[in-house]
């Protein structure tokens, strides 16, 4: 299997900070990646998939790129709301999160 | 409004089997895929197994190959996790999740989840 991995483990922020979190797979997987965004006791949200392609109803300070084996999420303006757990995932492999938290 | 509800997690022993159920309301259930994905206590996500609409392809993570099955009533708009052999290593928290159709397997919808603990 193709193993994904995710930098920082974590990340301390401050509200209007622009954050970025890297995903990286092992072998190429084309733009087939999607991110994810969880809280405590929730389940995950679809926030990205197809690497760039924004899910309904996420706000548009989140965003996607990359292609091949390197992916970023960014977060243009963190908001209170942001903070949570990130996680990557393509196919049967999510990545170990990131957890955003408060600097 | 698609709706994912899990059910039939809880206690069993070590070696013991379980059944989760999933009841899908508010979308086309027959039309798509679906996964069950497992999350243990302070963890991160796992995938477990997945499903194609009509049944007839499954896939399993390694770690619960032969001892898992997946499957589905389309009739019931049902999914299911038939989970045999279980073992510590299995205690979690498990998501049923819908397949948003796209390469890759992203998942648009999740359940609440069911927690499943295995201890004697």
């Known amino acids: 299997d193709i193993q994904m991995t995710q930098s920082p483990s974590t990340l301390s922020a401050s509200v209007g900070d622009r954050v970025t979190i890297t995903c990286r797979a092992s072998?190429?997987?084309?733009?087939?990646l999607a991110w994810y965004q969880q809280k405590p006791g929730k389940a995950p949200k679809l926030l990205i998939y197809?690497?760039?392609s924004l899910e309904s109803g996420v706000p548009s300070r989140f965003s996607g790129s990359g292609s091949g084996t390197e992916f970023t999420l960014t977060i243009s303006s963190l908001q209170p709301d942001d903070f949570a757990t990130y996680y990557c995932q393509q196919y049967r492999t999510f990545g170990p999160g990131t957890k955003v938290d408060i600097k | 409004e698609v709706q994912l509800v899990e059910s039939g997690g809880g206690l069993v022993q070590p070696g013991g089997s379980l059944r989760l159920s999933c009841a899908a309301s508010?979308?086309?259930?027959?039309?798509?895929?679906m996964h069950w994905v497992r999350q243990a206590p302070g963890k991160g996500l796992v995938w477990v197994s997945r499903i194609n609409s009509d049944g007839s392809s499954t896939s399993y993570a390694d770690s619960v190959k032969g001892r898992f099955t997946i499957s589905r009533d389309n009739a019931k708009n049902t999914l299911y996790l038939q989970m045999n052999s279980l073992r510590a290593e299995d205690t979690a928290v498990y998501y049923c999740a819908r397949d948003r159709g796209d390469s890759g397997y992203p998942i648009d919808y999740w359940g609440q989840g069911t927690l499943v603990t295995v201890s004697s």
């Open positions: 197809k690497a760039s």
């Open positions: 072998q190429s997987i084309s733009s087939w």
């Open positions: 508010g979308f086309t259930f027959s039309s798509y895929w």
